[in-house]
């Protein structure tokens, strides 16, 4: 799906700010058509935002089901023009209604989708948005979950991923305009001769009679233009969009009466013995994993952290990080996308693997993939999610390796028969850039099964910490044999850990350097790192996590998870400037 982009032809107004909102305490509302009239009873809700820790009361925190939120909007003059309205992303489910009509149902928490409302509107008149979410899980949702009842007969849902199922109108909300003969959709490819770049393009643009497409860089001047729908065409001296380097051109397109801008950046990828290149260069990731976690806000996107957070990675030296476990915000591809950050893409599909269920994520007895638990259906659900999201950030220069899922199930012959297919739906969707998945500790070399369906190695790893607990001398031992084993058995893949790092307490100090402790923290990443070093086939190290962040309670989790490099509110624990010093010799080396 395009981006919003205003133009020439197009015109947006965002409807972001507090609306009104009702928890429906026994899931009724759609039955009984609270759509049909304004909600009564309502109360504030800030929009983008997760609902569950804006309130006090444990009722809307913990509601598992149903919630509404409620606006009017006013419609902008659209005279001939279409008028639509698009979510950034609900999460997880949203039903939308425009005066009690419903225009649009889309399932998935992390992925934009938008409605035709011009029908139903007119130009300069109020209407009413009614939005019902539904923040449950299945065995047929990405991620997956399942929900029972405890003694007194309250819903309880139950997930296997480590971080807290926050819902409600995460992005942001706006109405726009466009010409009903418009462009549909755009790919950009791009490849380097020289000091030109290469730009081929694809436009979607249904009906149109004549379509056009201009480059313009950074000052709009025009560096080159071609006729039709789709082309190749050649920028001369071309600004490469580089790690640290945010160069950025738009391709400008016109179809008949519709103007759209699509950024784009001149880059390559590729995988060659071992390496990770981009433009011909090898790239070493330094980041993290992260999260779309805030306080008070949950999963709500806020430019003032994303802004925040790039300061925060850049002072530290970092240039990628990967969006896990689901697709991040638009607005954060495309400031990832300016600041020449590294991004590698990830699906929600998170906690596909029952087998790690156990007292962490409070859940176990499971078959991963079976009839009755992830099956053919949940496969489909998945292929989309993958379809969804290479269709939403394939333009994105930052974007440099799919990744399909995070710790799987892989070390059966049911996982291999999954995800087989849903590596060539990734393939498929885009033939230009890595595609991988992020392999969990038990899926060990000997026992993995799916490894050669993918092009990179992403290995999370918890030596010292999960396992070995505390005793970094076994720790490291364990993890140069693994990293043996998968060099034996995979050779000319490059291996990016995606996940190390122990929880740690900050303020949490201890002479004897125990599990924990700030002290632990640095001498755990440091054992990892030593490791790297001695591996030229490791080509990433992306800890986890950036900041604590916030899941459901247990005993393995104190107020979270505390793997954070930097705390909750995004203080730096005392590991931060040892791994500082690092990262800024490196990028010093590397030049990114
Ligand atoms: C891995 C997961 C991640 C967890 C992390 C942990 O990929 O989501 O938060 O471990 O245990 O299993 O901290």
């Given at each position: 799906m395009l981006a919003l982009r205003d133009s020439l032809s197009r015109n947006s107004k965002c409807l972001d700010g507090v609306w009104d909102f009702k928890v429906d305490t026994d899931n009724s509302g759609v039955e009984e058509r609270w759509f049909d009239k304004p909600l009564t009873?309502?109360?504030?809700?800030?929009?983008?935002?997760?609902?569950n820790d804006i309130t006090t009361e444990i009722e809307v925190h913990d509601h598992v089901g149903?919630?509404?939120?409620?606006?009017?909007?006013?419609a902008p003059r659209f005279g001939d023009d279409r008028l639509l309205i698009r979510f950034g992303s609900v999460t997880h489910e949203a039903q939308v209604y425009i005066n009690g009509k419903e225009v649009a149902y889309h399932k998935g928490g992390y992925l934009p989708f938008e409605a035709?409302?011009?029908?139903?509107?007119?130009?300069?008149?109020?209407?009413?948005?009614?939005?019902?979410?539904?923040?449950?899980?299945g065995w047929q949702s990405i991620p997956p979950g399942y929900i029972t009842q405890d003694e007194a007969g309250n819903d309880q849902q139950k997930y296997w991923h480590d971080f807290y199922n926050y819902a409600g109108i995460h992005r942001s909300v706006h109405l726009y305009t466009r010409p009903e003969v418009h462009v549909s959709d755009v790919t950009i490819v791009t490849d380097i001769d020289g000091s030109a770049g290469v730009v081929k393009y694809d436009v979607v643009a249904e009906g149109a009679k004549n379509v056009s497409v201009r480059v313009l860089d950074a000052e709009r001047n025009e560096v080159a233009a071609g006729e039709g729908a789709s082309g190749e065409l050649r920028v001369e001296n071309a600004k490469l969009w580089a790690p640290g380097e945010g160069n950025l051109y738009t391709?400008?397109?016109?179809?008949?009466?519709?103007?759209?801008?699509?950024?784009?950046?001149?880059?390559?990828?590729?995988?060659?013995?071992?390496?990770?290149?981009?433009?011909?260069?090898p790239f070493y990731f330094r980041g993290y994993g992260r999260h779309e976690d805030n306080l008070i806000r949950g999963k709500g996107h806020d430019n003032v952290m994303m802004v925040h957070d790039f300061e925060v990675m850049k002072w530290q030296g970092a240039n990628s990080f990967r969006t896990s476990h689901y697709p991040y915000a638009e607005e954060v591809m495309d400031y990832a996308d300016e600041q020449g950050f590294v991004v590698i893409d990830e699906t929600p599909a998170v906690g596909l693997n029952m087998g790690i269920g156990g007292g962490i994520f409070g859940a176990q007895g499971f078959v991963t993939f079976s009839e009755d638990t992830a099956n053919k259906e949940t496969q489909e659900v998945h292929a989309n999610e993958i379809r969804d999201l290479i269709a939403r950030d394939k333009n994105h220069p930052c974007v440099v390796i799919w990744s399909i899922a995070n710790e799987p199930e892989t070390n059966t012959d049911a996982s291999r028969e999954y995800f087989e297919p849903l590596a060539k739906v990734a393939r498929d969707a885009d033939p230009t850039r890595p595609v991988g998945y992020v392999n969990v500790m038990l899926s060990t070399p000997d026992v993995e099964k799916i490894t050669d369906f993918f092009d990179v190695i992403m290995l999370n790893?918890?030596?010292?910490?999960?396992?070995?607990?505390?005793?970094?001398?076994?720790?490291?031992?364990?993890?140069?044999?693994?990293?043996?084993?998968?060099?034996?058995?995979?050779?000319?893949?490059?291996?990016?850990?995606?996940?190390?790092?122990?929880?740690?307490?900050?303020g949490l100090k201890d002479y004897f350097r125990r599990p924990w402790s700030e002290e632990f923290q640095e001498?755990?990443?440091?054992?990892?790192?030593?490791?790297f070093d001695d591996y030229p086939e490791v080509v990433g190290e992306q800890m986890w996590n950036f900041a604590d962040f916030q899941t459901t309670p247990g005993t393995m989790r104190v107020g979270g998870n505390k793997k954070g490099m930097f705390t909750r509110d995004r203080l730096p624990k005392s590991n931060a400037y040892k791994v500082r010093d690092r990262w800024l010799a490196m990028k010093e080396k590397q030049g990114n």
């Open positions: 009873d309502t109360r504030s809700m800030p929009v983008p935002a997760s609902y149903l919630v509404w939120y409620e606006r009017e909007a006013i035709d409302i011009t029908d139903l509107v007119k130009d300069g008149e109020p209407f009413r948005v009614t939005v019902a979410v539904d923040n449950r899980l391709l400008e397109i016109t179809a008949d009466d519709d103007v759209y801008p699509q950024r784009f950046g001149i880059r390559t990828v590729e995988i060659k013995d071992n390496q990770f290149l981009i433009n011909g260069k790893r918890y030596y010292g910490w999960y396992f070995q607990t505390g005793h970094l001398g076994d720790a490291e031992a364990g993890l140069r044999r693994e990293l043996d084993e998968w060099i034996k058995r995979y050779p000319g893949k490059p291996i990016i850990f995606t996940e190390y790092g122990p929880d740690t307490m900050p001498d755990n990443i440091g054992m990892f790192h030593k490791v």
